[in-house]
T-cell receptor
Framework: SAVISQKPSRDICQRGTSLTIQCQVDSQVTMMFWYRQQPGQSLTLIATANQGSEATYESGFVIDKFPISRPNLTFSTLTVSNMSPEDSSIYLC????????????FGSGTQLSVL | AQKITQTQPGMFVQEKEAVTLDCTYDTSDQSYGLFWYKQPSSGEMIFLIYQGSYDEQNATEGRYSLNFQKARKSANLVISASQLGDSAMYFCAMREMDSSYKLIFGSGTRLLVRP
């Protein structure tokens, strides 16, 4: 499985500010995925990030709120913009792996608290 | 529509005993993958085991095995010889292979291992 590093691991932010989360993979991957886990909930896919094209967002998530960059095949960033307390969540990046790319692995996550 | 159901919000198990975590799924696709992840209090999502819908053998990974009953649409996780470090949230998830890499997660089961 790929080694997936996320930064920061946790942060406490003020309302109205923005935070950029970084995801670094130790091998080249075509697609990277960003998930959100709100407190006490399971994970929800925010968007799929392909290198060289615009990210594809799931219903309920928009680019203005969650801009994503994918400058190369090993790196992606997710920005949480104009934060409110409702954005307090764990944010995780994910990549496909396994012999046929059938398995999905996650980074260590970013625990975000918005005051 | 895809759906994952985990009916056990919480489970207790005695150290060194085996425990089964239930998961049922609903899909109209023939090709899909089933996953189990472990989430400790640190928030990371740790991949445990994967079962493809066409795999004839039940998947095993060390102390983890997946009891796959396709006709019943169930994919229960069996943890043998429980350890204190197994205390965590466990999520069952599904991916339809012919559409996207989007994972649909269940609500999770919190497992506590008693010494």
């Amino acid at each position: 499985s790929a080694v997936i590093s996320q930064k920061p691991s946790r942060d406490i932010c003020q309302r109205g500010t923005s935070l950029t989360i970084q995801c670094q993979v130790d091998s080249q991957v075509t697609m990277m995925f960003w998930y959100r886990q709100q407190p006490g909930q399971s994970l929800t896919l925010i968007a799929t990030a392909n290198q060289g094209s615009e990210a594809t967002y799931e219903s309920g998530f928009v680019i203005d709120k969650f801009p994503i960059s994918r400058p190369n095949l090993t790196f992606s960033t997710l920005t949480v913009s104009n934060m409110s307390p409702e954005d307090s969540s764990i944010y995780l990046c994910s990549v496909a792996g396994g012999l046929k790319g059938e398995k999905l692995f996650f980074g260590s996550g970013t625990q975000l608290s918005v005051l | 529509a895809q759906k994952i159901t985990q009916t056990q919000p919480g489970m207790f198990v005695q150290e060194k005993e085996a425990v089964t975590l239930d998961c049922t799924y609903d899909t109209s696709d023939q090709s899909y993958g089933l996953f189990w992840y472990k989430q400790p209090s640190s928030g990371e999502m740790i991949f445990l085991i994967y079962q493809g819908s066409y795999d004839e053998q039940n998947a095993t990974e060390g102390r983890y095995s997946l009891n796959f009953q396709k006709a019943r649409k169930s994919a229960n996780l069996v943890i043998s010889a429980s350890q204190l470090g197994d205390s965590a949230m466990y999520f069952c998830a599904m991916r339809e292979m012919d559409s996207s890499y989007k994972l649909i997660f269940g609500s999770g089961t919190r497992l506590l291992v008693r010494p």
